[in-house]
């Protein structure tokens, strides 16, 4: 398996994996598919600060993973969510993980201090993958979400990396 950071070309895969678990799970609660087109859009306002990466085998990609703003306010800017997908095809196989370390990893460089990933309750592989990767939980937002008919509780997950300014405000 290779990492790397994704590309425009990747975007149809990535909207593929992602839809998946639109139309499927409650991993995210958004509740239309996204197009390739909005993925390679989604792509290039991320940049380099807040990277996106594919897990590739065998020429084809079987996961993503990204660093988003937590916020568009400027006293958040050291802080990120995480968000990791893989191809139900090919979960349980440690790609999550894998992808989820990269970036973590690298996070510091980037001046992230903190990486939170917001987890519906019901998805206990993902909160298994954060709480291994040693992120706590800050609280459980009661009923926030409503899809497939019924109310949605969300776990928020808080892992502290370190880096970013040390007291300096935004100015």
Request: a negative charge.
């Amino acid at each position: 398996m290779e990492i790397r950071p994704a590309t425009p070309e990747d975007a149809d895969a990535i909207a593929s994996i992602y839809n998946d678990a639109v139309l499927n799970t409650t991993a995210t609660f958004d509740t239309e598919p996204v197009t390739p087109e909005s993925r390679r859009a989604w792509l290039a306002s991320h940049g380099a600060d807040h990277p996106v990466i594919v897990a590739e085998e065998h020429g084809a990609v079987v996961g993503w993973a990204a660093l988003s703003p937590w916020s568009d306010r400027c006293a958040y800017r050291t802080s990120v969510e995480l968000s990791v997908y893989v191809d139900r095809r090919h979960v349980r196989r440690g790609i999550g993980r894998a992808l989820a370390q990269h970036l973590l990893g690298n996070a510091p460089a980037l001046g992230v201090h903190a990486v939170l990933a917001r987890i519906c309750t019901e998805n206990r592989p993902s909160i298994a993958l954060v709480e291994g990767l040693g992120f706590e939980l800050c609280g459980v937002q009661r009923e926030v979400g409503r899809k497939f008919g019924r109310w949605l509780d969300v776990a928020v997950y808080e892992l502290i990396v370190g880096a970013g300014e040390s007291g300096a405000d935004a100015g």
